[in-house]
């Protein structure tokens, strides 16, 4: 899967997508009838996070539509947006614990958490948690250890089939630097070892790559066993990069 996390920027949707569409012609879901009567959508295989005011302007039947987060509770909550909300405009899934939210906003382990908890037990269901260390903690290799830290929030949760982890190591967000392929897929094979031994259920996650990934350098990940696709940041921006990005995508992993 490849999801846009268009972040706190503006952009000209319509522009965006006759330039996505131009090159990359977007799939219809496929829902599952016993999905269907709880109400619970599968995943498609490309979906956008715009932030929360455009969700409704920016949805489209040929992408799934996304949260960039979510507040555990409602009510008496001034700003917040619950998870009521998300469903209601349509909402299909949900990104989780992003380092900017916890850098900006101070989200820690027991509020990302309660987070989990809320979509969990919504209709929406489907989780994007995103998990990473910062480069004073690779340096030290403490990647592991801090990457299991961050994954003890899913403890005593039976996770569903829609459940994702991005991984997404602090230093290479917005910075051009990345991660070699082979220490990438050897990370995500040990988040999905982690995951599987901590649910309930023995749930074997989705695990995609986001960190400064381009259409110039996707391909090197996407040809990783166990990169199962990307969460694109500011090349998402760009309709027709993102459609490079998503071909790329198509061509090494389905």
């Known amino acids: ?34 999905d269907l009567d709880l109400g619970i959508k599968h995943w498609p295989e490309v979906g ?27 009510g008496s909550r001034t700003g917040a947006i619950s998870i009521e909300m998300l469903d209601e405009v349509g909402v299909e899934f949900v990104i989780i614990g992003h380092s900017e939210r916890r850098e900006f906003f101070h989200e820690d382990n ?12 919504s209709k929406i269901g489907s989780i994007i948690l995103c998990i990473g260390e910062t480069k004073e903690e690779n340096k030290m290799g403490a990647t592991k250890d801090v990457l299991k830290n961050q994954l003890s929030v ?42 599987q031994s901590t649910s309930t259920n023995n749930q ?7 960190g400064s990934v381009t259409d110039k350098n996707a391909e090197s990940f996407f040809k990783e066993e ?25 061509e090494n992993i389905i």
């Open 226 to 250: 166990f990169v199962d696709g990307a969460l694109v940041g500011g090349a998402s921006l760009n309709g027709t990069t993102f459609a490079n990005i998503v071909n790329i995508w198509r």
């Open 154 to 195: 899913i403890n005593g949760f039976e996770l569903g089939k829609n459940f994702t982890i991005a991984y997404e190591p602090v230093w290479a967000i917005g910075s051009g630097q990345t991660p070699e392929p082979k220490d990438i897929n050897e990370i995500h094979k040990y988040i999905k070892d982690v995951v």
């Open 1 to 34: 899967m490849i999801i846009a996390n268009f972040k706190s920027n503006v952009i000209n949707f319509d522009k965006w997508f006759d330039d996505f569409e131009n090159l990359c012609s977007p799939v219809e879901f496929n829902f599952d009838e016993s």
């Open 48 to 74: 956008i996070a715009p932030p929360s005011i455009y969700i409704t302007e920016y949805s489209t039947p040929k992408l799934a539509i996304g949260a960039q987060d979510v507040d555990h509770s409602s």
């Open 204 to 210: 074997v996650p989705n695990v995609v790559y986001g």
């Open 110 to 121: 027991d509020l990302i958490r309660k987070k989990i908890q809320a979509v969990n037990e």
